[in-house]
Every structure is written in structure tokens, then in C-alpha cells.
């Protein structure tokens, strides 16, 4: 059974940095392109960042310079290191596929408050 585990939010300061950690069992995920998505208080969710399997990172404007999505050494793992955060990022995060394709996990909650 396909699963992807989310890990790594919690509540941090404007300024602050967090490191979010996708655990993906169940198949190989090494030639799947993966990404980050969020969904805040009543909006949609987008997508974040992206890394494809040959590492390749594409990031959306609002985060841009300031999140870093990589792959662990283990091919089904994926991170997304989120640095200067802002209360606007305040969001669930959840890991998928891209496109995502697969169910989505329970996510983790991110929230950035002074």
C-alpha cells in the first residue's frame, strides 16, 4: 500500500526555520518527479516546491529563496528546509507525487506566529 508520512511542522516565530521530512513506502518513488504542496484556512492547495529524479528543484514564487526541497539518500524520502517563514506560509504541508497522483497523507501543520 502506497503511503506518504509527513513530519517536522510546529509553531515558530516570523524569522524562524523549520524542516518538514516525506516518508513514501509502498513502491520505488526514485523516478517520480516529487513535491511540497500546502493548504492554508480556506484557500486551495498549491504546490510548493518540486524536485525532479535527476534533482532538478523548481520552487513557486512566494518561496523562492527562502525553501530548499531535496531527496534523501534514501530514494523515498524528501525534505523541504523552510527558512525566513513568514505568517502568510502558515499552512498544512503535504508530500506527493508531481503531478500528484497518489493519496494524500495527514500532512503537517506549519504555523508561523509571533
Known amino acids: 500500500q502506497v503511503q506518504l508520512v509527513e513530519s517536522g511542522g510546529g509553531l515558530v516565530q516570523p524569522g524562524g526555520s523549520l524542516r518538514l521530512s516525506c516518508a513514501a513506502s509502498?513502491?520505488?518513488?526514485?523516478?517520480?518527479?516529487m513535491g511540497w504542496y500546502r493548504q492554508a484556512p480556506g484557500k486551495q492547495r498549491e504546490w510548493v516546491a518540486i524536485i525532479t529524479s535527476g534533482g532538478r528543484t523548481n520552487y513557486r514564487d512566494s518561496v523562492q529563496g527562502r525553501f530548499t526541497i531535496s531527496r534523501g539518500n534514501a530514494s523515498n524520502t524528501v525534505y523541504l528546509q523552510m527558512t525566513s517563514l513568514k505568517p502568510e506560509d502558515t499552512a498544512v504541508y503535504y508530500c506527493n507525487v508531481f503531478p500528484a497522483v497518489i493519496s494524500w497523507g495527514q500532512g503537517t501543520q506549519v504555523t508561523v506566529s509571533s
Open positions: 509502498g513502491r520505488d518513488f526514485s523516478r517520480n518527479a
